[in-house]
């Protein structure tokens, strides 16, 4: 029962979850994703890509498509981190 104030104005003791800050988790996977995409071979193919959809979006009627400039990127990136990513996984 309540002698004084409104029962809105109450506080509520937060759960201890809420205060322990956690540290923010960050994906491995991301993280040796953007180092591979630094590697020269890489870069190479990023540049190709992006030639293509610059030479694409720059036409108003195409049938030409940068599937396989995208495909060779990410074959790639992947293969890089197929390398990689298994010596940080605990």
Do not use: Y
Request: proline fraction near 4%.
């Amino acid at each position: 029962m309540l002698a004084h104030g409104d029962p809105d104005e109450e506080e509520e003791d937060p759960p201890a979850e809420e205060e322990e800050e956690e540290e923010e988790m960050v994906d491995p996977l991301e993280t040796i994703r953007a180092k591979c995409e630094q590697t020269e071979h890489c870069v190479h193919l990023k540049e190709r890509l992006e030639s293509c959809e610059a030479r694409v979006s720059s036409r108003s009627n195409t049938q030409e498509e940068c599937t396989e400039e995208l495909f060779d990127f990410l074959h790639a990136r992947d293969h890089c981190v197929a390398h990689k990513l298994f010596h940080n996984v605990k």
